[in-house]
Structures are given as structure tokens and as C-alpha cells.
């Protein structure tokens, strides 16, 4: 008997209660401004990731290069070209920023290039490694190991330890049909809590995760309550089943503080959109607070900072921001 009531406490923490949307706090945000060009040359077009530690970091997949911006979206200065020699990029991907140190992932030639605000640094060979990394997700750098959304027979998080050269697999993995659809349903976002914790954030279930650095699961939120997200897995669901289709239920992560952001993939009725945004604290209690409007647009990268918060719509090619104070007062 103490053994099933042990069993049940653990459940209770691990999977955390779901909410409904009537129990939400539901706030269209404004947008402030929008800007879709910097200078004669700079397009925002190919926007892969954003990411803010003093100033905004957004990098460019099309150009291959990394912008620099203030937060009135002035631009400071751009890193990185297209190529491959050092510091150049072949398919520059997503971002992490930490002490003004950018570490930006290199997908053609299979490395992270390291740059400062005055250029580049150096660059970290992953082929090396005993993984090749295959997907898109965020990843982290956290007391001198990465942290990369890499999926395994057995795992789905890979750390890479930049001092020994050695890695190690942990996290949770669903099996399905073939090897190609256990790694696509499998995909995650990885982000880092207070320097102590790493949330996963799966791109095709209402799901998030949250593990200690031991990579023990200490948390899980299930969020499928939430109505935008009822309508999206009731659209999924209807779809013909195929082996390897998969239908993404978040565009796109980022964490500021002790609260989560999710940009949401929406149906209404046959419409997709993707331009809502989950508020979700992930502290002691995971649980999801508010859900922000942003109107029209298709937003397919976000970042949050303390006074703002900003999304790149692929329908304009336009870099949009929305003062999250103001909506709140």
C-alpha cells in the first residue's frame, strides 16, 4: 500500500494538472512597430531564431549571417557571411546568447561558430562528436556543455561536454512506425531555467518537460486543455494518417525568467495560423497563465524580453514588436 501511494505522488508531480482557456488570462497585444529591412541591403527575410542578452540577436538562414539590434531595432552591426571558412556560414540555424558571447549552430559544416559583439571567436567542430545533429530545434549552453535536441533509439537530449569531448543521451522518447517518425515526432526545443534546469518543449504534442542538469525528469505539463490547441489535435486527428506525417503544435519556444513563451499552431475550422502565444511559469508549479493575441500575421520565432515582446512574421518578412507592459495595465 505505501508503495502505491508512492507511485501516485510521483505521477502528481511529474504530470501537473491540465487548464482550460476559460480559466486564462486572453490579451490581444498591439503591435508597437514593425520593421522589415534595416539600411539599403539588411532584409529580415529567413529569420531562423531570436534571441536577446543585451542587445537582439536574430539569425538570418537566407543570408547566412547573424543581426545585431538595439531594442529600438536600430541595427548595431551584422556577424558572420556566407562561405565556409572560419566564421562563415553554411545554413546559419538557431541561436544562444550568454555573457555576450553568441554560439550560433553551423548546419552545413556541422560546428558552432562563437562571436562577441566585435566578430568572430572561434569555431567548435561537432563532428567530432558521436552525434550528427538533425533536426531544428533550441539548444543551450550550460557550465561548459551543450545541450542539443538529438534523437536516439532510447533518448530524445544529447549533452556534449566541451572539456572531455564526451556526450551523453537522456530524455524522454515515443517510438512510432519508422526510425524517420520516431525522430520527427520526437523533436524538440531545449531552453535553459536559471541556469540549473532545461525545459524541452515538444514541436507536435502539447507537452512540456522539465529535467534537472542530471537529466532526470522532474516535472512534466501537459497543456491539451487549452482550447486553440483542442481545435489544433482535433484538426490533426482528422487528417489522413501516413507514416511519416507530423502536424507542429508549436512554431516556436523562448524563456524569460521563470515563464515560458510558446508561439501556438491554431486551426479555425480549416484555417492555420500561428499567432498565438502561451504564458506558462514554469517555476515550482508549471502551469499556464495567459494567452496573447498578436492578430494577423504567420510568427514563426519569438523573443521576450522584460518590457516587450518580439515576433518575426513570415507573411511580411517583418520583425514585429509588442509592448507586453502596456497591454497589461
Known sequence: MKKMYFLIGICLILFSCNRHSDDLENIELRKDY?????????????IRSIFFDKYLYMSNYRMNQILVLDETGHLICTLGSDGRGPGEFVGVSHIYVSNDTVYALNEGKRCIEVYNIEGYIKTIPLYEADFRLRNTGRF???????YFPYVTNENSIVEYNLLHKSTRNFGLL???????HTRFRNERHLLAMNEKYLIAVSHVKPVIEKYNLNGELIAQLSYENIYPVQKRLEFVNRQKSEVNSVFSVVSDAYVYSNKLYLIIVSNDEENVSSNKVLEIEIDDKMKVIRLYDLGDGWYSSICVTANNLWAFDTKSDGLNKFPLKTNLD
Do not use: A, M, P
Open 34 to 46: 514593425g520593421i522589415s529591412q534595416s539600411g539599403d541591403s539588411i532584409f529580415f527575410s529567413g
Open 140 to 146: 543551450v549552453l550550460l557550465h561548459n556543455k551543450f
Open 174 to 180: 515515443d517510438r512510432f512506425q519508422t526510425e524517420d
